[in-house]
């Protein structure tokens, strides 16, 4: 019969070693490397299951011809149009509270005012507001080709910060704002004075926020900083319900409340 401790060094005699017990340098050094690549393996297959997730909902988001034209033209033009699933997401929010009155900041080539107008009720208005003539017009074209007549729209050229304090406070069921980062607080400001109670405010580039787009020294680019001050408001001001959806490149959404639930 066997012996109960094998003499052989590797099968019985041999001391294990408490985990918690450092082993020899040379030991550790293999063990911290294992563990390096053991966490790289892990966070890789994490990022490709994230990017599989974000493909799926991307692809989830169906475009029409007409969006997919408008889009195309965006890309050419450089305008940076809205993703399908973000275009979705905008469209749903717009649908969930039949808005009748939409402000957005970033007409751009007409990608996302599409996406909007098929959200809000008929005989709404969007209005919209970018300081690129050249782009105004060609989303002029594609809210003519998806079918929204020239009255559903009201585009203004200019400066967002310039334009939205002389629309009329409270009268707006949604504001979108997808253009000049460093300036998201102050554009939130703004769209609280211009939301009707229940109304619902929307960032584009909210993911811009996330700590990974930090600078080489570590310090976020004006923009990323001031996206994350937006998103810090949203989320600390009891009167607004924030949300922060990864589709596209990321939306942040609140909504405004009249009072802090209980
Ligand atoms: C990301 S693009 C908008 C894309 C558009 N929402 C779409 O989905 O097709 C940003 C737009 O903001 C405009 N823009 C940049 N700074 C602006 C400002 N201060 N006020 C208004 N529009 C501005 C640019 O001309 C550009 O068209």
Known sequence: ???????????GARRVRHPAEPGPPRARAAEAAEHVTRGEAVIA???????HTLAHIEQYAVEDATLTSARR???????????????AALRFLAAS?????????????????????RGMRAESVLTSVDIEPEYQELARAAYRDAGFPANRV???????????PRLTDAAYDMVFVDAETAAYPAYLAEALRLLRTGGIVVFNNALEAATSSDGPLSAPEPG?????????LVRDDEELVPLLL???????AAIREEAPRD
């Open 224 to 232: 990323t900083a001031a996206v994350r001050e937006a998103a810090r």
């Open 246 to 252: 990864p589709v596209g490149e990321g939306l942040l």
């Open 1 to 11: 019969m066997a012996p109960a401790c094998s003499a052989v060094p590797h099968l």
């Open 154 to 164: 009201r585009l203004i050229l200019g400066r967002g910060l310039h334009v939205l």
């Open 97 to 117: 509270i039949g808005a009748r009155a939409v402000v957005e900041v970033g007409t751009g080539c007409g990608s996302s005012g599409i996406w909007l107008l």
């Open 45 to 51: 297959s994490r990022d490709d299951t994230l990017a």
């Open 73 to 87: 033209t965006g890309q050419r033009a450089e305008s940076s149009p809205i993703s399908a699933a973000g275009g």
